[in-house]
């Protein structure tokens, strides 16, 4: 019998016992110093890399001239643009790429650099494509008359497009300057999604005549034409157009619209470009009332022929000006809309009254205003105002009312300073309605009526 003692189980074999783990001390050594020497590998070679830049960028030292050291002892000169005063950052750097994706930012950014002298700045952003020879000599003659005082909030405004989404205008409003002299042109060109600096156009200098438009292309007239309408400088306004396509009675119409309706040009695309032919351009303007709450729009269309060399405004097509401006004012017992169509052709000013009244409001008297400044530029030109009413009550009620109502507008104008021989009145009673005074039902109609209820202005300039 054998001992059960004296027998080994398999697994009690000293060929199958389990062996004591190695230490991993040497494996965490040799991988510690193969990454040290990767980075000083990638070190070294950053290293290598900047030396490189340093050398591609850098110029060589130029000798230092009398007039280098005299500049060095007083200080750089402030009415100079001197190359040599270039800050590295205004080209190239992340910043100045911002400010070229957003024109309205490169033209501020050019601006403000005018602003405080830095004309280094201010040149490099212009770009060589536009600071040619001219315009750096007429620059540095500008700024050494008057420094630069843009005009506040806002110095930098959207003229309108030159080319639909590729061509635009601005313009740097400067302060405490003469009309026609407070204002730099930037013509842009936009490049693969970055704006450059094609043209600069630098006002007139102190002596030299105003134009009535610095730039005599389509855009410049508009421009300088809607300027002048913004002002309610009527006789400037006049000199953009054809007089034989947009009557003084159209002018006038505008000239209130803007002034009673508040309207301003949009601060976004103003004008933007529509048709853009060699004998015809056309432009929509983009207006909003002050406080934004409104906005609307009107066409402007301008033609040049081998008689006429330069640009003129042909036609004002006010229609969606005059529908936005009369649902503003819509409501009450006046009816409000200070152009209408003459069935002798062209537009007529007229003036609106309330039931049964004679007398004017408050909003005629501000539409009156701007035709007494419009005629007291000339005592040669005569206006005719004839009175009208609704057919409410007899014709010889009416007639005479429809006189007084023309007589209210003609007292007004002549306390404005107007000559009552530049006027003419007459009585037209209930005989010329504008609109039917009965619905077709035979219903009275109030809304006709109060269109009815007027005096109409013609100016026969």
């Known amino acids: 019998m054998v001992n059960p003692s004296s027998v080994s189980e398999p697994n009690q074999s000293p060929a199958w016992r389990e062996k004591k783990p190695r230490s991993k001390a040497p494996l965490i050594v040799f991988l510690l110093m193969v990454l040290l020497a990767m980075s000083t590998t990638l070190i070294l070679l950053e290293k290598n890399k900047r030396a490189k830049r340093a050398a591609l960028t850098s110029t060589p030292a130029k000798p230092e001239s009398a007039e280098v050291k005299k500049q060095a002892a007083d200080g750089p000169s402030k009415n100079t643009m001197d190359e040599n005063q270039g800050d590295n950052r205004a080209t190239g750097s992340p910043d100045v790429v911002l ?14 650099a005018l602003a405080h002298q830095d004309y280094a700045t201010a040149e490099k952003l ?12 007429g620059l540095k003659d500008m700024l050494s008359r008057q420094p630069i005082k843009l005009k506040e909030p ?10 639909l989404n590729r061509r635009a205008r601005y313009a740097l409003e400067l302060t405490d300057r003469e009309p026609g002299r407070d204002r730099i042109y930037f013509d842009l060109a936009k490049n693969n999604g970055l704006w450059e600096v094609d043209r600069v156009t630098l006002p007139p200098l102190d002596g030299e005549q105003i ?4 730039m005599v292309d389509a855009l410049g007239v508009t421009d300088a034409f809607l300027l002048a309408v913004l002002r309610q400088n009527f006789t400037l306004a006049r000199e ?3 007089r034989e396509k947009v009557s003084d009675t159209t002018l006038a119409g505008l000239c209130i619209l803007f002034e009673e309706g508040n309207y301003r040009l949009r601060s976004e695309k103003p004008l933007r470009a529509m048709l853009q032919k060699e004998e015809i ?11 934004g709450t409104h906005a609307a729009q009107f066409a402007i269309i301008l033609k040049k022929t081998p008689a006429q060399a330069n640009w003129v ?12 401006y009369a649902q503003r004012f819509a409501g009450g017992d006046v009816y409000y809309t200070p152009l209408i169509r003459n069935p002798a052709g062209g537009d007529t000013l007229v003036l609106y009254f309330e039931f049964d009244e004679e007398r004017l409001t408050g909003r005629t008297e501000r539409q009156l205003a701007i035709v007494a400044m419009i005629l007291k530029t000339d005592r040669k030109k005569k206006i ?14 009416n007639q005479g009312l429809s006189q007084n109502r023309a007589n209210a507008v003609r007292d007004y104008l002549i306390s404005a300073g107007v000559v009552a021989e530049q006027i003419l009145t007459s009585a037209k009673g209930f005989s010329e309605p504008r609109r039917p005074n009965v619905k077709s039902t035979g219903e009275d109609d109030p809304e006709g009526r109060r269109a009815n209820r007027r005096t109409e202005i013609y100016l026969n300039f």
Do not use: C, K, W
Request: no cysteine.
């Open 99 to 112: 400010r070229r994706t957003d024109p309205m930012a490169l033209i501020n950014s050019i601006g403000q």
């Open 281 to 291: 351009t056309s432009y929509l303007a983009n207006v909003q009332a002050a406080d």
């Open 313 to 324: 405004i042909d036609e004002l097509n006010l229609d969606q000006l005059l529908s936005d």
């Open 154 to 163: 806002h110095p930098v405004r959207e003229v309108g497009e030159l080319e």
């Open 384 to 397: 005719h105002l004839s009175g009208h009413t609704d057919a409410l009550g007899s014709a010889g009620y």
């Open 126 to 137: 212009i770009g060589q494509r536009a600071m040619n020879e001219e315009t750096r000599l």
């Open 211 to 214: 134009p009535r438009a610095m």
């Open 240 to 242: 953009f157009v054809n």
